[in-house]
């Protein structure tokens, strides 16, 4: 079976633990703690080693899915989690003081792993509060790190349809560069 | 709304208190750190970085317990990481959203400092339910 690793990355909360649960066939593993940071985010328990889930894609594909902390405290669990991931969906919650700012931030930080499969940006809690709309997210991509070529969807990330589309995107993408040769490598004689 | 435990000056202080009598007791003490779950640092003795450190130690608490949860043995004890030169032992204080975490050398059995960490970490929920 093949088997693809997909890590959500992303603020805290921007729903990294919810598009989890959301998209895992099996119990996720969680490992919250009482949140005593009110300030950052204002929810009961945040996220502090990992989230786990998986999805079986298809009769031979499974994806597993890791969830990173996203408080920058955090960020030696970071480094260990993007080891073996094959690519990034990056949850970023519009309601954020700093929407666009995270975004690039992420994209920065976890560039390793656009560059080996993928990256798709999901962007959530678009309902709440008044932030940036998705062609601004586009605009200020394409703006501040040209040539990256990054799918933005607006997300609800406790719904698995529109999970599944970012995933599946992310997917497509990160099978079809493994078909094709890196544009890279040298043409065979 | 309660106070964050990092944030009470009285458990903050006299975390720091217990800590240090925890140093007193074990020769092969190296440092210790007492956190919150969510890893934010309560009180401290020795050691540098211990920002880095709560973090890290948090996030080893929340999989070590919920390992002995997916495995439905009951619940977590206490962390043992053994090295090379030393130990550090890792245990929640009891009956509060803290964890304590302390570094020792090899010049001392591990039953010795184990010992002394459960009895500090008993103090330290005392000293909690005590506080202001």
Redesign the interface.
């Known amino acids: 079976m093949a088997e693809h690793v997909v890590l959500f990355t992303g603020p805290m909360g921007a729903g990294k633990t919810a598009a989890i649960a959301s998209l895992s066939d099996i119990d996720p593993v969680r490992t919250e703690a009482a949140n005593t940071d009110r300030v950052t985010a204002d929810k009961a328990t945040t996220t502090v080693a990992l989230d786990y889930g998986e999805i079986t894609i298809g009769p031979d594909e499974k994806v597993r899915l890791y969830g990173i902390p996203g408080q920058t405290r955090f960020e030696f669990m970071w480094k260990v989690l993007m080891r073996r991931a094959v690519g990034m969906i990056l949850l970023v919650n519009n309601d954020n003081p700093d929407p666009i700012g995270q975004m690039l931030y992420f994209i920065d930080y976890f560039h390793e792993l656009y560059e080996r499969g993928g990256a798709v940006v999901a962007i959530s809690r678009s309902d709440v509060g008044l932030g940036p709309t998705r062609e601004e997210y586009y605009s200020a991509l394409a703006a501040a790190r040209p040539g990256l070529s990054i799918p933005i969807f607006s997300v609800d990330a406790r719904s698995p349809e529109q999970m599944k589309i970012a995933l599946f995107s992310l997917i497509l993408n990160i099978e079809s560069r493994a078909a094709v040769p890196s544009r890279y490598e040298e043409p065979r004689q | ?1 309660t106070t ?3 944030h009470n000056k009285d458990v903050v202080a006299r975390g720091g208190v217990l800590l240090t009598e925890l140093d007193s007791i074990c020769t092969s003490f190296l440092y210790a750190v007492l956190v ?5 640092e309560v009180a401290s003795v020795s050691g540098s970085d211990h ?2 450190l ?3 130690v ?3 608490q ?2 070590a317990e ?1 390992v002995a949860e ?1 495995l439905k043995i009951g619940t977590s004890e206490y962390v043992v990481l053994a090295t090379e030169d030393g130990h550090v032992i890792q245990l929640r204080i009891p009956r509060q ?1 803290l964890v304590l975490s302390a570094v020792f050398n090899k010049s001392e059995t591990l039953g010795k400092v184990l010992s002394a960490s459960k009895s500090t970490a008993e103090q330290i929920a005392v000293m909690v339910e005590t506080s202001k």
């Open positions: 709304m964050a435990l990092h919150t779950d969510d890893g934010f920002e880095r709560a973090s890290m948090s996030s080893l929340a999989l919920g997916e959203q």
